[in-house]
Antibody, heavy 120, light 110 residues
Framework: QVTLKESGPVLVKPTETLTLTCTVS??????????VSWIRQPPGKALEWLAH???????SSNRSLRSRLSISRDTSRGQVVLTLAYLDPMDTGTYYC????????????WGQGTLVVVSS | QSVLTQPPSVSAAPGQKVTISCSGG????????VAWYQQFPGTAPKLLMY???KRPSGVPDRFSGSKFGTSATLDITGLQPGDEADYYC???????????FGGGTKVTVL
């Protein structure tokens, strides 16, 4: 059974750096053609795609956030890490990690999400 | 501002049909398969449709999808109170090299 679980701080201060971890099970990050994305959702708003790390370790990220955002993985630990720097209250929301095949355009499996509040 | 455009809301009486549209462009819907997600309040999105018109196991055939050119649609027939949720379309954009989603559509059963 495939599962993804996000973890990280709930409350962070403006200008600080957020680090979130997605721990996966039921599949391997070193499996050919399997990657993980981060997607967020501000309260009451739409889904916003943030970044994806491919099975090849190639990365892609949202252009509007690229200067503040990075994604990495530790295949031995089954973890994908998202960092977002210079936080602003507008970064408040639920952050999801989700799995997809590298060549697919859909996410069959999602984590439960983790709420992040940016406030002083 | 989402890359894909959806109506904010649609509604119909139980048993009726609703259609949700998703409009994009050449580099996203025009060049990639479309997926649809169903999201209830406080829960993660759930894959409802993939490959434009394919239902994952367990999704009722009351849900159907289609794509034409740079637009896609999700139809829900025989609307039920349990279908009240937010629905998002999504795909990949090869110009942005990024995933893209619509702004979401709230379905209300009158």
């Amino acid at each position: 059974q495939v599962t993804l679980k996000e973890s990280g701080p709930v409350l962070v201060k403006p200008t600080e750096t957020l680090t979130l971890t997605c721990t996966v099970s039921g599949f391997s990050l070193s499996n050919a053609r399997m990657g993980v994305s981060w997607i967020r959702q501000p309260p009451g708003k739409a889904l916003e795609w943030l970044a994806h790390i491919f099975s090849t370790d190639e990365k892609s990220s949202n252009r509007s956030l690229r200067s503040r955002l990075s994604i990495s993985r530790d295949t031995s630990r089954g973890q994908v890490v998202l960092t977002l720097a210079y936080l602003d209250p507008m970064d408040t929301g639920t952050y999801y990690c989700a799995r997809k095949m590298d060549t697919d355009a859909f996410y069959p499996d999602w984590g439960q999400g983790t709420l992040v509040v940016v406030s002083s | 501002q989402s890359v894909l455009t959806q109506p904010p809301s649609v509604s119909a009486a139980p048993g009726q049909k609703v259609t949700i549209s998703c409009s994009g462009g050449r580099y996203n819907i025009g060049n990639h398969y479309v997926a649809w997600y169903q999201q209830f309040p406080g829960t993660a999105p759930k894959l409802l449709m993939y490959g434009n018109d394919k239902r994952p196991s367990g999704v009722p055939d009351r849900f159907s999808g289609s794509k034409f050119g740079t637009s896609a649609t999700l139809d829900i027939t025989g609307l039920q109170p349990g279908d009240e949720a937010d629905y998002y379309c999504g795909t990949w954009d090869s110009s942005l090299s990024a995933g893209v989603f619509g702004g979401g559509t709230k379905v209300t059963v009158l």
